[in-house]
């Protein structure tokens, strides 16, 4: 069963502009992961935070995470057409090592040149 | 440094049939995680292994199973073949006290 419930399920935007994505979630995480998947193919991991850290950054990307609410947001700054791609977040479990990963059905988001 | 691979790309396989699908980890990940991803439903766990061994399931019936290889490898195995089996099947490796996991590019299984 899904954990993760992205938010929206798709966005369009033009490129240069950006874009936010949010991921809800049911139960404690020890971390929450962000994935790009282009087209079909495998998952780029792009960004892991623990649960006792607020804010990452990384490159264009921007992670948020706030556990009282039991959500995260992706921000990519000055959006670019090879953005194209679904995102997916991921929780892991609070057990330790690791713990398989709960993955959200994604957000689909198009940069239109 | 070489990601994980998969093969084959593509199968295709008639409803009834076994299917094998292969996954070779990133060198030094001992952990590799089976993913099913079908259409509109997201990505479903499948099976964990770590260090030749089981660690975990998801709901998938026992027709899915699999095994880890000394060399850490790995295979999955779907007998009894149903259409609903068709989907990309994504392995994913990592180190075994990590929570990031590597991806490969996936075995797209269609059973007609």
């Known amino acids: 069963?899904?954990?993760?419930?992205?938010?929206?399920q798709a966005l369009s935007i033009q490129e240069g502009e950006n874009a936010t994505m949010n991921c809800s979630?049911?139960?404690?995480?020890?971390?929450?992961?962000?994935?790009?998947q282009n087209s079909g193919r495998g998952l780029v991991h792009l960004i892991l935070i623990r649960s006792n850290e607020r804010e990452k950054?990384?490159?264009?990307?921007?992670v948020t995470?706030?556990?009282?609410?039991?959500?995260?947001?992706l921000l990519i700054t000055a959006s670019r057409a090879a953005d194209t791609a679904s995102y997916f977040c991921a929780t892991g479990g609070t057990q330790g090592g690791s713990e398989k990963l709960v993955f959200g059905k994604g957000t689909k988001l198009t940069v239109n040149p | 440094e070489a990601g994980v691979t998969q093969s084959p790309t593509h199968l295709i396989k008639t409803r009834g049939q076994q299917a094998t699908l292969r996954c070779s980890p990133i060198s030094g990940h001992t952990s590799v995680y089976w993913y099913q991803q079908a259409l509109?439903?997201?990505l479903q766990f499948l099976l964990w292994y770590d260090e030749g061994e089981e660690r975990n399931r998801g709901n998938f019936p026992p027709r899915f199973s699999?095994?880890?290889f000394p060399n850490y490898s790995s295979e999955l195995n779907v007998n009894a073949l149903e259409l609903e089996d068709s989907a990309l099947y994504l392995c994913a490796s990592s180190f075994s006290d990590s929570y990031?996991?590597?991806f490969g590019p996936g075995t797209r299984l269609t059973v007609t």
Do not use: F
Not at chain 1, 1 to 8: A, I, K, N, V
Not at chain 1, 26 to 33: A, F, G, R, V
Not at chain 1, 57 to 62: A, E, K, N, P
């Open chain 1, 57 to 62: 950054h990384s490159g264009r990307l921007r």
């Open chain 2, 40 to 42: 509109g439903l997201g």
């Open chain 1, 25 to 36: 979630y049911k139960t404690s995480i020890n971390n929450l992961q962000w994935y790009r």
């Open chain 1, 1 to 8: 069963s899904q954990q993760g419930e992205e938010d929206p």
């Open chain 2, 100 to 102: 990031e996991q590597y």
């Open chain 1, 65 to 73: 995470l706030d556990t009282s609410k039991k959500s995260s947001s």
């Open chain 2, 66 to 68: 699999g095994r880890q």
